[in-house]
């Protein structure tokens, strides 16, 4: 699918550096120089989209799946943060460009892919990256609330996925898909729209991944659990506080995790992989719970 068979650096790259996690939060000077495990033209000449691409998860996989060598096609709603973004990306001469669309709708959805194939011939992979939620006690969802979770997380994914395999068949591509979920097994409360979302778009993937397989299009699913980026300034600092002893390895994770572990589903490397939900929370599906709206006095807790 790519020009290089081989993702992981020839050296033996000083594994030392890696076992230590990568800080959390990452600013995007840190980005464009912290260490891969990815050789520098793992992705050279492929495509990739990525929504929700000026966000911490999307941004971080933005700029790694760039310094690779890809073209990343960065999407989300505000031009004004993704052309900053793809500014900076082409300040460390990396290729990157940007596009404006809600993937809540089908028609600019459409749009999108066409330009990207007009532009460039061609697309190898789509990273869907955008979503959100808001912590709440399920029984108070609003149906407002409720519909503006499930349309983005759930129908958007779709239709970002329905659109690209659309152009990969439509022009006998082959086509890798990485759909960024959430730890949906295990101990996860106070989301349960986006745990909702999220288990469809994990099902969904499981069932086209054999449908179309025959079109040589690969699906698979990257769950992150605690991983702390801006996005965690929606839940309280009380409730935060608790995320880094949600799992037995005791400490959040970053950014740079789920972007690695997106490049190795969507390259090369995971060739002979799809339907698969790779989780990467430290363990906390195995040991722990996160309640992001506090945990009740009934469970032991406080109920911050």
Excluded at 268 to 281: A, K, N, Q, Y
Excluded at 287 to 292: H, L, Q
């Amino acid at each position: 699918m790519y020009g290089r068979d081989s993702l992981w650096q020839g050296s033996a790259l000083d594994m030392d550096d890696h076992q230590s996690p990568a800080k959390a939060g990452l600013t995007d000077a840190e980005l464009a120089t912290h260490p891969t495990v990815y050789a520098a033209d793992a992705l050279d000449g492929s495509v990739v989209v990525v929504s929700g691409g000026a966000g911490g998860i999307g941004r971080a996989i933005a700029w790694l799946f760039a310094r690779l060598g890809a073209h990343v096609v960065v999407v989300g709603r505000n031009q004004d943060k993704l052309n900053a973004l793809v500014a900076k990306l082409a300040g460390r001469g990396l290729k990157a460009s940007a596009h404006a669309a809600d993937i809540r709708e089908p028609d600019a959805v459409n749009a999108l892919f066409d330009a990207v194939w007009t532009a460039h011939g061609r697309l190898d992979s789509l990273i869907n990256s955008a979503g959100g939620q808001f912590p709440q006690p399920a029984i108070d969802f609003s149906v407002k609330g409720w519909n503006a979770v499930i349309n983005t997380n759930l129908n958007g994914t779709w239709y970002m996925m329905q659109a690209a395999a659309q152009r990969w068949r439509d022009h006998k591509h082959p086509g890798s898909i990485v759909n960024i979920v959430v730890v949906t097994t295990h101990g996860l409360y106070g989301i349960a729209h986006t745990i909702a979302a999220r288990s469809g778009v994990i099902g969904l993937s499981r069932s086209v991944a054999v449908e179309w397989a025959p079109l040589n299009i690969r699906v698979n699913c990257v769950a992150p659990g605690a991983i702390e980026t801006e996005g965690w300034k929606v839940y309280t600092p009380q409730a935060r506080a608790t995320y880094p002893r949600s799992n037995p390895m005791m400490r959040a994770g970053s950014p740079w995790d789920i972007a690695e572990a997106s490049v190795y589903l969507a390259g090369p490397s995971g060739r002979f992989v799809t339907g698969e939900t790779l989780t990467v929370d430290g363990g906390s599906q195995l040991w722990g719970e996160t309640w992001t709206t506090g945990k009740p006095e009934y469970f032991g807790g406080d109920n911050n």
